[in-house]
């Protein structure tokens, strides 16, 4: 059974840090993207950042230079972390990690996500 395990939210100053995490088991991810969505009261979700098993990494516009996406496979288990430093209350909402297989035709995971609170 596939599981995607997310940790690192919580409650945060403007200007703060945060490091989100997800593990994933259950499956092979050997040639999966992972990444992180958020969602935001009112708004749809959208990608944060993602990481493909080629190693390339894609970025919105409104976190780069804040944000960095970064994972670490084994067979066993992949864990997909973002480092948020700089945050700001527009970078609050629900967070989840999501783990595909290119073009997300074989599998299409998401985490059960994890609150990011940031005050001002």
């Known amino acids: 059974q596939v599981q995607l395990v997310e940790s690192g939210g919580g409650l945060v100053q403007a200007g703060g840090s945060l490091r989100l995490s997800c593990a994933a088991s259950?499956?092979?991810?050997?040639?999966?993207?992972m990444g992180w969505y958020r969602q935001a009261p009112g708004k749809e979700r959208e990608l944060v950042a993602s990481i493909l098993s080629g190693g390339g990494i894609n970025y919105a516009d409104s976190v780069k230079g804040r944000f960095t996406i970064s994972i670490s496979r084994d067979n066993a288990k992949n864990t997909v972390s973002l480092q948020m430093n700089s945050l700001k209350p527009e970078d609050t909402g629900v967070y989840y990690c999501?783990?595909?297989?290119?073009?997300?035709?074989?599998?299409?995971?998401w985490g059960q996500g994890t609150q990011v609170t940031v005050s001002s």
């Open positions: 259950g499956r092979t991810f050997s040639s999966a993207a």
């Open positions: 999501n783990v595909r297989s290119p073009g997300g035709v074989a599998y299409d995971y």
